[in-house]
């Protein structure tokens, strides 16, 4: 399929979703059942989750600002400056391993992961609270295949409070090739809009 078809298949795809109000709290009452994780994350009782509403902002090429600037450390021990990041597409996506809408978009983003890889979209994932064994045992549960960076200090998520409110996890951001954040979900992502926005983003 020529990346022409793909993308407007992709914004169509986007189109109607958004025109419908996809939400990701349907998405949670449906696996609740399925996941004692997502239960908690359901009830409202404090346990230190606050819920998006699976809400997608794009943001117009010439209201992005300036490109973002931070450094991350994976735990695999490696720096990662955002300043690398510029010529490419990059999905950023923060998340713990207790977060019931993380593990059941884990999947999702591993697929769009495989899908865009070789478009030139890289991923990237921010651990805003786990120790590296719960991040890792996360992380071989659901086979993802790219780093993540070790958060608990906070610094990466400091640098992103204007996009990312403080523990509304997950939040997905897809970040242009000039560093500049282009799209937001906050909450659970849709498969489908995820990747409408990284094809946008891939076409700029």
Same mark, same amino acid.
């Given at each position: /399929? ?20 996809? !939400?990701? *709290?349907?998405?949670?009452?449906? &696996?609740?059942?399925?996941? +004692? ?20 902002? =794009? ?27 510029? $010529?490419? @597409?990059?999905? @950023?996506? #923060?998340?713990?391993?207790? &977060?019931? +809408? ?13 899908? #865009? =890889? *070789? ?6 994932? @921010? ?19 790219? +780093? ?11 640098? /992103?409070? !204007? ?10 951001? @897809?970040?242009?090739? =000039? $560093? ?11 498969? *489908? ?12």
């Amino acid at each position: /399929m020529k990346n022409s078809d793909r993308s407007a298949g992709r914004l169509q795809k986007l189109g109607v979703a958004l025109a419908l109000g996809l !939400s990701a *709290s349907l998405a949670l009452s449906a &696996c609740a059942a399925d996941d +004692p994780l997502a239960v908690i994350a359901d009830s409202g009782d404090n346990k230190n989750y606050i819920a998006g509403d699976g809400s997608v902002t =794009e943001y117009a090429a010439a209201e992005r600002g300036e490109p973002l600037a931070f450094t991350g450390t994976g735990y695999d021990g490696s720096t990662v400056d955002s300043a690398d990041w510029a $010529g490419q @597409v990059t999905v @950023v996506n #923060f998340w713990y391993a207790a &977060c019931a +809408p993380c593990r059941e978009e884990a999947p999702d983003l591993v697929a769009l992961h495989d899908e #865009f =890889e *070789s478009a030139g979209a890289q991923f990237i994932g @921010v651990n805003i609270r786990d120790t590296q064994e719960t991040a890792e045992a996360f992380e071989r549960t659901f086979d993802i295949p790219y +780093p993540s960076l070790n958060d608990q200090n906070g610094g990466v998520l400091l640098a /992103m409070t !204007s996009y990312v409110p403080p523990q509304a996890v997950p939040t997905t951001l @897809v970040i242009d090739k =000039e $560093g500049r954040v282009s799209a937001r979900i906050l909450g659970l992502a849709d498969k *489908s809009t995820l990747g409408a926005l990284i094809d946008a983003a891939l076409a700029e």
